[in-house]
């Protein structure tokens, strides 16, 4: 009687993906990663000196971290052991560590593998320290989260982090052509579509890969076209995660790209964003951020534009209302940019802290009753309305407090004429002492 997996096709003789098949033997067959890998890189420089280190293997999905680990172990004569931080916990840790203990002493070394290690919890993560600092294992851990945010400081002490990179145009032909090579046939896709199946993989090679052995069996008598590509296959979605780091990655290139006064850029960001599925009312409340921090006084109106754009979205919902917001995003790119006033409240938050409760000087305090008059509160006010100019030059700072000055206006957009106003009116408090 067949069990589920012989129903399902899954037998020993079954034929592995096209992916596993393809998988490198060796570290020079890895495609994408010579920065790390190559005989100048800091892990082939291990693999070649058959000692490895600690390390943890920091990328996205589909560019070799597992393969890595399997073939490091390979290299240096360990044995690999691999669990997953998704379906083990502290038991199978205690397993994993007695069996390296016990190959330990029987003079083997371990590189145990840890997919996924960002899963587990904090505590988890500190079983390994005595384990892996005693070198009972040699550890690789994968993540494709930060490890600054989701792992220990105390295990990262103890590992190297290795960055590894996106796999670009290039890396992913190479993929292509390994596929067609191991099918002894070419994909049936013309040129273009073979850019847009490229495209479609959005830098997982392991995602080309079964992309690349769905057209294989589709048995078409003619190569396929872009459009024809898309109806049999699904482009991968953006890797984007709204409360981890790419959500925070992308935001801080959007503001910096409307700081840096460059349209196109923001937009694409903005654009990014959106089709990733972050809440466009995240992106409203930074875009009035930003109108403040980074164009201020500059251009006032950026303000009331992006607060608008917000209430447009509201009113609009998508897709329709993100055009609000990318009008407010060309706008502020676009507009003359000052941090003074932010600089000036950051400022002006250290001296309030410093001075602590000062009161205000008694000649700009109400005076309602009568105890208040006689106690000098509003003695010596000047209505400035009344003055020449409209400007007293009193001073409003506490007593007993030097005047300082916080906002210094840039000579750039409307805030080149206030600056030009506070000059003049800074002439007719210094001339009035």
Not at 8 to 26: E, Y
Not at 50 to 63: E, F, K
Not at 319 to 330: K, R
Not at 348 to 371: C, D, F, Q, V, Y
Request: net charge neutral.
């Amino acid at each position: 009687m067949s069990d589920l997996f012989q129903a399902a096709g899954l037998t020993p003789h079954a034929p592995a993906p096209l992916a596993d098949r393809l998988r490198p033997q060796s570290l020079d067959e890895v495609v994408g990663q010579q920065h790390l890998l190559g005989p100048e890189g800091p892990i082939g420089r291990m693999a070649a000196a058959h000692r490895l280190a600690s390390m943890i293997l920091w990328g996205p999905p589909g560019t070799g971290k597992t393969t890595i680990a399997r073939l490091l172990a390979k290299a240096g004569g360990y044995e690999f052991q691999q669990i997953s931080a998704v379906f083990s916990g502290v038991a199978d840790l205690k397993k994993a560590f007695e069996q390296a203990r016990a190959r330990r002493m029987a003079g083997q070394s371990t590189l145990l593998f840890v997919d996924e290690i960002h899963r587990f919890n904090r505590a988890q993560q500190d079983g390994f320290l005595p384990f892996v600092e005693e070198g009972i294992v040699t550890l690789v851990g994968a993540t494709t989260e930060n490890p600054s945010f989701e792992l220990n400081s105390a295990l990262l002490s103890r590992c190297q982090v290795f960055v590894l990179k996106r796999l670009n145009e290039d890396s992913l032909e190479q993929l292509l052509q390994r596929a067609e090579a191991a099918e002894n046939r070419p994909l049936p896709v013309d040129a273009e579509a073979r850019s847009a199946l490229v495209a479609m993989a959005d830098g997982d090679g392991r995602y080309l890969l079964t992309l690349a052995e769905t057209l294989f069996s589709i048995g078409t008598d003619s190569p396929l076209n872009p459009t024809q590509l898309g109806q049999f296959l699904q482009k991968r979605r953006p890797a984007y995660d709204k409360d981890r780091e790419e959500h925070y990655n992308l935001i801080s290139a959007l503001h910096k790209s409307v700081r840096g006064s460059d349209p196109d850029a923001a937009l694409y960001w903005l654009a990014r964003m959106l089709e990733g599925g972050e809440d466009p009312l995240f992106i409203a409340r930074r875009l009035v951020r930003m109108a403040s921090e980074d164009i201020g006084a500059a251009d006032p109106l950026s303000l009331l534009l992006t607060t608008a754009a917000k209430d447009a979205y509201d009113f609009l919902g998508s897709p329709e209302g993100e055009l609000a917001l990318a009008q407010a995003v060309v706008h502020m790119a676009s507009a003359p940019k000052s941090n003074a006033v932010y600089t000036a409240y950051k400022a002006a938050r250290r001296a309030a802290k410093e001075t602590g409760s000062l009161m205000p000087p008694s000649h700009i305090l109400n005076a309602p009753t009568k105890l208040m008059k006689s106690l000098g509160y509003g003695d010596g006010y000047a209505y400035d309305h009344d003055v020449e100019g409209g400007v007293s030059g009193q001073n409003y700072f506490p007593d007993g407090m030097e005047r300082r000055r916080f906002y210094e206006p840039k000579p750039v957009g409307a805030e080149a004429k206030v600056r030009e106003r506070l000059e003049a009116w800074g002439k007719v408090r210094k001339d009035g002492k």
